[in-house]
């Protein structure tokens, strides 16, 4: 017998090693395709369930095919393991056993008295024919597995053995330890709810040949900018801990525990715990979260018919229910059969539909619910052509179930001035037909008007949102052109039309006294009026020397087109996105490129636009006679709205760093800063913190944060997993992103970067016949994701317009209840 140092206790039970010496290296072996099946007699084999969890089992198998002694990275893991067996509630101990025999895969009496099987090294082909048969058979008779470190170069030639590690290291993974940050994405599984979201560790961090994420459950993530990968790196995306229910059994690896110390660390130990308690029966886990085949996404509407928007109009933006009914709306442009009218002649200048739409999932039929005439069919072109007005945004009154109440966003028809080009835009409350879903129109209440300029495009904004203390918060663009100002910061004060600046958002996004450019908070009261609720921006009666004014209604000024935006309902906080400006690269002279932003807000702020965008990166001032020459830089701490064109505060309040904002060339891009905190603006002394994003043609579209409902008896709603996990996008699907991501409550209101991130886009599909243009997404009452997706085209409704559902079918956590080890709970 080979004791390899074990202990007395392990010596009674190991079998003896067959005689004969190991070569080193890599032992060649018949591929996976040549192995033959199962003995019958293993595979009727029956895992044993021991009365009581102290009476549960785990082998260690540490077999090698390496010469030499044992690793001491074997025995740290075999005494780690052993103390973990030991400690916690009486009910999740289990007893440790370990060998070097292989030949107990064989002997199903033996086997199946374990409810785990711990793979603690490499050690290349260690397992012949009969003996890789035999672990298949284990795990088919619902065994559990763990894999540490270098077991996933063990059996190399098996394509079934590769499926339960989940990937193979690749040959040039780095061999030094290096100190990292670990991303603990699962705050559910035992093995990770209980370490740090962002868990810095050393370790030699393995690279993977074909990245695993979406075919396992990934638990963690190690984040490859905080230490050296090599050059086989895998990206943001470099799964380290994932697990999976595989072949009838249970699977967990981890590329972790390369080093000796690991296994003193307390983290470490409780990830190994976590596992093993899973992998044992001792406890439920999902793991299959994450794992792309459990994920459907079926289109619910069809295609209009010819010259009808019967199913759906230009979609911008959609809600759902209480009772699981969809309402979603068009913006006002038509299919390509209807005419443009964009001559400022004719009375019917841009009057397009803004329709609204009804599915109800009990009969899988759609009711157009109402038809308001708008500003805004007018198609693409020059600045001076298009148009993005119309029916903006819809939200549902709380008590909707009962009064039937709708709230739309939008810019009428019959309030446009042709001669001064000035329109209206309101926020008003319509009342649904529950029975018939049809909109009355006639029982309009106007709750809230502003003037908006449209003798220029662009930037309406138009999402709503409700928080828990039934404030309604509806977000506006900054109403400015982008294309006076080469893309930068859009403060040129010149341009105008009879007097009203188009090209300067200090007027509109920068200025206290108007309401476009804002997230505006108010309280809807039943008669139709509203009043304003405490904690906004501004009262509506500040002054200053200059005798300016402020609004009331502001709860955030400073952003550019808030398309979307969201409140998670459990915690009050404010979640928005808003697309950026058009420059393509940063300006030493007038400052960053395009970045669109993500932001969580918790208090009323100003979020900058247009002095300052990303974590408070400013632009460079501009002013007459001369637009094209800049003048200094702004002072994100102490903004001041020095445009001709501003009637409200000349000092404004402090700016607040975002969260997220992206670039063509990369996400959460920043730069060396001067003395003063000015950025050099250099692309080549650029850095990006967030290296899961990047743009090129981008437009922000916000989602909601997922709360996960334990008492819906929902079939196909996402699981407990993505509790908490806001989910961001953007309307493209090639380089942007479509991501849920974790924040850290204690600094994200201050523009704390995300913790974790992981991409959304294989369940979410992409693509000409998938999602290709996201414009809304939410989830529904049944927990399944509701998304709009915009079509192919700009300013109309087409054959790909389209309201989509994405379904979770991948059940319960394993195992069973009734599968438990006896006596666990």
């Known amino acids: 017998m080979h004791l390899r140092g074990l202990s007395t206790r392990r010596r009674g039970w190991a079998a003896v090693v067959a005689a004969g010496v190991v070569t080193a290296g890599l032992v060649s072996g018949p591929p996976a395709s040549a192995r033959p099946a199962p003995d019958p007699s293993l595979t009727t084999m029956s895992i044993k369930s021991p009365p009581g969890g102290a009476n549960v089992r785990v082998l260690i198998f540490y077999g090698s095919a390496a010469a ?37 895969f064989t002997d199903e009496t033996k086997l199946g008295r374990y409810n785990a099987v711990v793979f603690p090294t490499g050690g290349g082909d260690v397992l012949d024919p009969e003996q890789e048969a035999g672990l298949e058979a284990y795990m088919e008779a619902g065994g559990g597995f763990v894999g540490l470190h270098d077991a996933a170069r063990a059996e190399p030639y098996s394509e079934w053995f590769t499926g339960l590690i989940g990937a193979r290291p690749a040959a040039t993974s780095p061999t030094t330890v290096q100190r990292a940050t670990v991303e603990v994405g ?4 035992p093995a990770t709810k209980d370490l740090p979201v962002q868990w810095k560790r050393p370790d030699r961090w393995l690279n993977w040949t074909k990245n695993p994420t979406g075919s396992v459950h990934t638990v963690a993530r190690v984040r490859e900018s905080t230490y050296q990968p090599g050059a086989s790196a895998n990206g943001w995306d470099h799964p380290v801990s994932w697990c999976r229910d595989y072949d009838g059994g249970r699977s967990f690896y981890t590329g972790m525990g390369g080093t000796v110390s690991s296994y003193d660390e307390t983290d470490f130990r409780a990830h190994l715990r976590g596992a093993l308690l899973w992998t044992t029966r ?46 979603y709306i068009g913006r006002g442009g038509a299919d390509s059969s209807q005419p443009v009218v964009t001559d400022w002649n004719n009375p019917d ?54 009064n039937g109440w709708v709230y739309l966003h939008y810019t009428p028809h019959s309030q446009i001035n042709r001669e001064t080009r000035i329109a209206e835009r309101r926020v008003s409350r319509f009342t649904l037909d529950l029975a018939t879903n ?40 900054d109403n400015n052109s982008s294309r006076f100002s080469d893309g930068y910061s859009g403060n040129n004060p010149q341009p105008n039309f009879q007097g009203v600046s188009f090209a300067d958002a200090r007027r509109t996004a920068g200025n206290t006294n ?23 921006l501004f ?29 998670d309902k459990s915690t009050d906080v404010l979640y928005a996105g808003w697309v950026g400006p058009d420059a393509g690269a940063p300006s030493t002279t007038w400052g960053p490129a395009k970045y669109d932003t993500f932001a969580v807000i918790t208090k009323a702020s100003n979020r900058g636009w247009p002095y300052c965008m990303g974590n408070k990166q400013p632009y460079r001032d501009r002013n007459l006679p001369d637009p094209t020459k800049p003048l200094g830089w702004y002072d994100c701490d102490h903004p001041k709205n020095e445009s001709p064109n501003n009637d409200g505060l000349v000092n404004l309040p402090p700016v607040t760093g975002n969260n997220i904002w992206y670039s063509p060339q990369g996400g959460g891009p920043d730069f060396p800063r001067d003395a003063n905190g000015v950025p050099s ?78 991409s959304l886009k294989k369940i979410v599909p992409l693509g000409n016949d998938g999602i290709k243009n996201l414009m809304d997404w939410k989830f529904g009452p049944d927990g399944a994701l509701y998304v709009l997706d915009y079509g192919r085209g700009f300013f109309t409704s087409d054959a790909k317009s389209a309201l989509w559902r994405v379904t979770y079918s991948g059940g319960a956590p394993t195992p069973a209840a009734d599968q438990l080890a006896r006596g666990a709970r």
Not at 186 to 189: C, E, I, M, P, T
Not at 355 to 384: M, R, W
Not at 445 to 457: A, D, M, R
Not at 539 to 546: A, I, M, Q, S, V
């Open 438 to 477: 049809k909109l009355d129109l006639g029982s309009e209440k106007v709750l809230l008007k502003w003037p908006v300029q449209i003798h220029s495009c662009c930037h309406a904004g138009g999402g709503m949102a409700w928080d828990s203390r039934g404030n309604l918060y509806i977000a506006t663009g």
């Open 539 to 567: 009262t509506g009666r500040e002054t200053d020397e200059g005798g300016g004014r402020t609004r009331g209604e502001i709860y955030v000024m400073g952003v550019r087109n808030p398309a979307r935006i969201s409140v």
């Open 349 to 402: 200048i841009g009057k397009g539909k803004g329709e609204i739409h009804v599915y109800d999932p009990k009969t899988e039929q759609v009711t157009l619910a109402g038809a308001l005439s708008v500003f805004g069919n007018k198609g693409g072109g020059d600045e001076l052509v298009k148009v993005e007005e119309g029916l903006l945004g819809i939200e549902l009154d709380p008590r909707f179930q009962e």
């Open 681 to 758: 603006y250099k692309q080549e002394e650029s850095t990006y913190a967030l290296p899961w994003l990047k743009g090129g043609g981008q437009a922000a579209m916000n989602g909601p944060v997922y709360r996960y409902d334990d008492g819906s008896a929902s079939e196909v709603k996402w699981p407990a997993y993505w509790d908490g996990k806001w989910f961001v996008g953007d309307f493209y699907d090639a380089d942007q992103p479509r991501n849920a991501v974790i924040t850290d409550p204690r600094n994200h209101g201050e523009g704390g970067l995300p913790v974790h991130s992981e």
């Open 282 to 327: 001792l406890v439920r886990a999902d793991c299959k979260a994450t794992i792309t085949g459990n994920y459907t996404a079926e289109r619910l509407t069809k295609p209009n018919q010819p010259g009808q928007n019967d199913q759906i109009g230009e979609p911008h933006g959609l809600v759902t229910a209480p009772d699981g009914r969809v309402l």
């Open 514 to 536: 108007n309401l476009n450019g804002k997230i505006l908070r108010i309280h809807p009261e039943p008669d139709g009026t509203y009043t304003l609720p405490e904690g906004n």
């Open 186 to 189: 699962d705050r559910g599984h």
């Open 68 to 104: 030499g002694d044992e690793s001491p990275l074997v025995n740290a893991g075999i005494e780690a393991i052993e103390k973990i067996g030991l400690s916690g509630p009486a009910d999740q101990r289990f007893k440790v056993e370990a060998t070097d025999d292989a030949s107990v």
